[in-house]
């Protein structure tokens, strides 16, 4: 067996394997499915072990053998650890990783959200309606910074965590599953947007410091005069966040596709089931990313099926 730590490249091909963090419903469940209808290895990764075996079940129940379930709680640096060391020694390299799972870091009053704007309340969730939503949605400080732990540190921890079985790979995918909430003109900060946009000096570090410049601002109820986004604050930095470590990623590890999407507005947990898409159709352009070509791009945010702009 190739020891984690062995750059060697492993010579097949043929047998892929892809892991699904949240794919145990959703978007993420249909990224699963459909990764295994091309005849890919799925490793379906899940925080509820029980909602997890259930939905690696199912599909297994629908003719999908090459499922497998792992918890995985991507918070957890020991989940992270233990998930890792399954993957390694049942698989001994990954080829695909499709980091799916997140959180709103909202409080939703679903029945009147639902009937904003005819079920698509998601498409006004902007500063100007900032009043008109206050009784729909709350954003309290503690479930905005989960949001990002879970959406930017708990996506980059797996990812480093995997990184090193990636790299034995030949055909090796990163696919961040994104929001056009991630997109920069919900960011009114022009200093922050242009942190973002310089990519040749971007860092790790000046993500981290952005992130935490937003925190204590959304702690002191300074998002008005910092120019931060007031609606869906901490959900949007979050993944402005996710799509500027991409292309870190991509810039750094020129043998890796590393690529973010916004799969569209899709009716699941995490819209209050409001949306046009079904998970079915949100899941298309995910595998799509997972699927490309070896001369397929690198670095890019796709909104769909489309490349676009960050």
Not at 55 to 66: E, I, P
Not at 82 to 87: L, M
Not at 93 to 100: A, G
Not at 282 to 308: H, R
Request: charged content about 25%; glycine content about 8%; hydrophobic content about 40%.
């Amino acid at each position: 067996m190739a020891s984690i730590g062995d750059k060697t490249r492993v010579a097949s091909t043929e047998h892929r394997v892809a892991v699904v963090t949240g794919g145990n419903k959703g978007i993420g469940l249909e990224i699963c499915r459909q990764l295994a209808s091309n005849g890919i290895t799925v490793v379906l990764a899940a925080r509820d072990e029980g909602r997890g075996l259930e939905a690696a079940g199912k599909l297994k129940d629908s003719g999908l053998l090459n499922v497998v379930f792992h918890q995985l709680d991507i918070k957890d640096p020991t989940s992270i650890s233990r998930f890792t060391k399954f993957v390694e020694s049942q698989f001994e390299k990954l080829d695909i990783l499709v980091n799916n799972a997140a959180e709103n870091g909202l409080i939703v009053n679903y029945d009147e959200f639902r009937a904003f704007k005819d079920g698509a309340g998601y498409e006004y969730v902007y500063d100007e309606n900032a009043h008109i939503l206050a009784s729909m949605i709350e954003e309290p400080y503690n479930l905005g910074e989960e949001c990002i732990k879970t959406n930017y540190y708990g996506t980059k921890a797996v990812t480093e965590a995997l990184l090193p079985l990636l790299q034995l790979s030949n055909t090796p995918r990163i696919v961040n599953v994104s929001s056009n909430y991630g997109e920069l003109h919900w960011i009114s900060n022009e200093t922050v947007r242009a942190e973002f946009l310089d990519i040749d000096n971007l860092t790790e570090e000046r993500i981290d410091g952005i992130i935490q410049r937003f925190l204590r601002d959304f702690k002191d109820n300074k998002l008005v005069e910092n120019g931060w986004p007031l609606t869906c604050a901490a959900y949007k930095i979050a993944k402005a966040s996710l799509n500027a470590y991409t292309r870190l990623m991509a810039r750094k590890y020129n043998n890796i596709l590393v690529n973010c999407v916004h799969p569209g507005y899709v009716i699941t947990d995490i819209t209050s089931h409001t949306g046009h898409l079904t998970p079915e159709e949100g899941a298309k352009a995910p595998v799509m990313l997972a699927l490309l070509p070896n001369d397929g791009p690198s670095g890019v945010y796709f909104n769909q099926m489309e490349i676009a702009s960050f």
